[in-house]
């Protein structure tokens, strides 16, 4: 269409929804301002452009929203609000609330459409099939903000389909954000994945998955489970599910990536090795356990050579989850509703790290209700051996159980049966932490890196002089800022130390840029890096000669 009219006044040029869009809103020089021509052109069937000439052709818009990466509140605010957006040619936010007009859905307003689009940009969204999503979407509330947000919360919690490091008992794994794998430390298991069970130092892709992106990984003593972006699961090392860290006489092991059969009609999005047990979660927000199952503590009864994936029952039935995350004996559920996060937990109460003021067991998953007390939002959860901890939308820290070398930050060893604001990071604006074997780390929101607990295998970070070999095994009972990364000079994003009782801590520090720190135990070749003779650890951050970017 051309777009001037014989008598030279320029008009608006109107394109199709299949065409790409390349129009750019530039601010140039003042220049003589047109009149533009309000013409009825019926672009779409019999329907009627509305007042604004945008309205006659809404892809321009569309493409808008989506390319800025609203945030699902946002685009929900659009059709809230009254305000009145210039960029797009004084448009009012009732424009946002009508029916777009146009596929693939004609009943959609603008901003469910941008969300929508924003949706089928993940890799774990893309395969759906149409009644997938709108049972997805149901599941989800009734939106595709809803949607939207949660796939981002998920995206947020465990850096799913980002680059990531595992500290794992005495081995390690690291995914970069193409989805390659490297592997490297322990090895007695073959849970390193080379196909054979020498121990590595040096980190080595898994060269059996050449052609499989893997989203997320997960890694327990003697075992990895790895996951793609096909929502298939790949698991190596001991050939159980549910074996206690200390091992079973007699159990198998697989030494290569083997594909987890029963695991092939679940499209899974996260899994977290406990003791005796192992959990996954689905695309849908399904929780499912391996194992742990005697006298039904997980709400059945298996035995430890369970094969085989059981639902997790009771109050997270028709509730979509967001994030799990494994301890000692108990499971922690990051629960999404309309209304906001919310926090359950199932499993051995020990030290009162299941949050509900009480140590006793619970059979099926049961509401942490502090955080509505403490009117906080939980964001990222986190689950040590014997205690737990959260971070809030508003930057708080949470922690709770067995207090033991100050592990919780409150300045005691004691034990704390519902969770505890961290008072002493009052200043600091969390966006992740992670826990392991009596230690804490927080990363605030400006790659400052906070650690507290257990001082022992250099795991904490402080106090290591310029030989590496100063004051560092001492406790920590609040929180103190890991100074040996703020001289990297790169901000951390991610931190990953090893959640186990029997195993000497390591500690991961993976950058923004996509650099890998490490420090701690290193005995078994867990850092990536090559230690001196009789050396078993490591009190400074040291680069891994890996990029994960």
């Not at 939207?148 to 008992?169: D, T, V």
């Not at 391996?290 to 994936?309: A, N, R």
Request: hydrophobic share 35%.
């Amino acid at each position: 269409m051309d777009a001037t009219t014989t008598s030279g006044t320029p008009t608006i040029q109107y394109r199709n929804i299949d065409q790409s869009i390349t129009t750019a809103i530039v601010v140039a020089t003042p220049l003589p301002q047109p009149t533009f021509l309000r013409q009825q052109r019926h672009c779409f069937g019999d329907s009627t452009p509305g007042e604004f000439p945008l309205s006659a052709n809404p892809s321009v818009v569309l493409h808008i929203l989506t390319a800025c990466d609203f945030d699902p509140q946002d685009l929900a605010k659009l059709e809230a609000s009254a305000i009145y957006l210039s960029m797009l040619f004084f448009a009012t936010c009732s424009f946002f609330s009508q029916p777009a007009n146009y596929a693939p859905d004609f009943e959609l307003s603008l901003s469910e459409l941008a969300a929508l689009d924003m949706c089928q940009k993940r890799a774990i969204f893309k395969p759906m099939t149409t009644e997938q999503r709108q049972d997805f979407k149901q599941r989800c509330g009734g939106s595709w903000k809803l949607v939207l947000r949660y796939l981002l919360a998920g995206e947020a919690c465990y850096r799913r389909e980002k680059s990531q490091a595992i500290a794992g008992p005495g081995h390690s794994i690291a995914v970069t954000s193409k989805g390659v794998v490297y592997s490297f430390g322990s090895n007695n298991s073959g849970q390193l994945g080379h196909d054979k069970t020498e121990e590595e130092w040096r980190p080595r892709p898994i060269r059996t998955l050449q052609g499989i992106r893997i989203i997320q990984a997960a890694a327990g003593a003697g075992r990895t489970m790895l996951i793609s972006d096909c929502g298939k699961v790949y698991a190596f090392g001991k050939d159980s599910f549910g074996e206690a860290e200390l091992g079973v006489n007699g159990s198998k092991m697989v030494a290569a990536p083997k594909l987890v059969e029963s695991l092939k009609n679940i499209f899974v999005v996260q899994a977290a090795i406990g003791n005796y047990f192992t959990a996954v979660l689905s695309r849908e927000g399904r929780v499912y356990t391996f194992s742990w199952g005697s006298d039904g503590k997980l709400g059945h009864h298996t035995d430890l050579s369970d094969l085989e994936p059981h639902p997790l029952l009771g109050a997270l039935e028709d509730i979509p989850v967001v994030q799990i995350a494994a301890g000692h004996c108990y499971l922690l559920c990051l629960a999404f509703q309309p209304s906001g996060m919310s926090v359950y937990s199932v499993g051995c109460g020990l030290g009162g790290k299941l949050g509900h003021g009480t140590r006793t067991d619970e059979k099926y998953p049961r509401l942490i209700e502090q955080f509505q007390l403490l009117n906080l939002q939980p964001m990222v959860i986190a689950a040590g051996a014997w205690h737990a901890a959260v971070v809030g939308r508003d930057g708080r820290v949470c922690t709770w159980g067995w207090g033991r070398y100050g592990c919780l930050g409150h300045g005691n060893e004691e034990c704390e049966l519902v969770p505890k604001v961290v008072e002493a990071l009052s200043d600091v604006k969390a966006a992740h932490v992670a826990t392991g074997d009596y230690t804490t780390f927080v990363v605030s929101d400006d790659g400052d890196v906070y650690s507290f607990g257990c001082g022992e295998s250099d795991s904490l970070g402080h106090n290591a002089g310029n030989d590496g070999q100063g004051n560092r095994h001492a406790n920590v009972l609040n929180p103190e800022l890991v100074t040996s990364l703020k001289q990297i000079d790169e901000r951390v994003v991610q931190i990953s130390l090893t959640n186990s009782v029997y195993w000497n801590a390591h500690t991961f520090a993976l950058t923004k840029s996509g650099k890998l720190y490490a420090f701690g135990a290193g005995d078994k070749g867990q850092l990536g890096i090559q230690l001196a003779t009789n050396q078993t650890q490591r009190g400074n951050p040291e680069r891994v000669d890996i990029d994960l970017s």
